[in-house]
């Protein structure tokens, strides 16, 4: 997901001069690096009879996330409150189930849980095996 500063803005409910504060922010405490998490993208649009090309810079979901953490608005609020309970959610049970998408999507969401799990489980126990391999000493 990629969005630009006016677009977090409208997502946010704040004024795009936020935006800008909280991303030179981000950049600047090192919180994360703005060549790795923006890209200018190339917009075509029809502006009467003509075609104009414009260069927007847009922001990955990382920085999206961030920002959504520091800004002050009830949108921020309701943001901070949802990502805190899939992030509570998917501490206790270890994993996390977005519902409403597995409803929509329906067998082919469900299968594809399953096959992640299912390689999840195979590389724990790659990984368990290496383990006991490297600890176990060598017969003489």
């Not at 609020?77 to 501490?91: E, G, M, N």
Request: charged letters at 25%; one cysteine or more.
């Amino acid at each position: 997901m990629w969005l630009t500063q006016a677009q977090m803005a409208e997502l946010f409910q704040v004024r795009p001069q936020n935006i800008t504060i909280h991303l030179k922010n981000i950049f600047r405490d090192g919180e994360l690096e703005e060549p790795a998490t923006c890209k200018d993208f190339l917009q075509v649009q029809q502006e009467g009879s003509r075609k104009v090309q414009r260069s927007r810079k847009m922001y990955n979901l990382d920085v999206i996330i961030s920002v959504g953490y520091r800004v002050n608005s009830r949108r921020g609020v309701r943001f901070r409150q949802w990502a805190s309970s899939v992030l509570k959610d998917h501490l206790l049970k270890g994993y996390s189930l977005n519902r409403q998408r597995l409803g929509e999507r329906g067998q082919e969401e469900a299968q594809a849980a399953l096959d992640l799990m299912s390689r999840t489980l195979v590389s724990a126990r790659s990984e368990a095996t290496a383990r006991t391999r490297f600890a176990l000493p060598l017969a003489k």
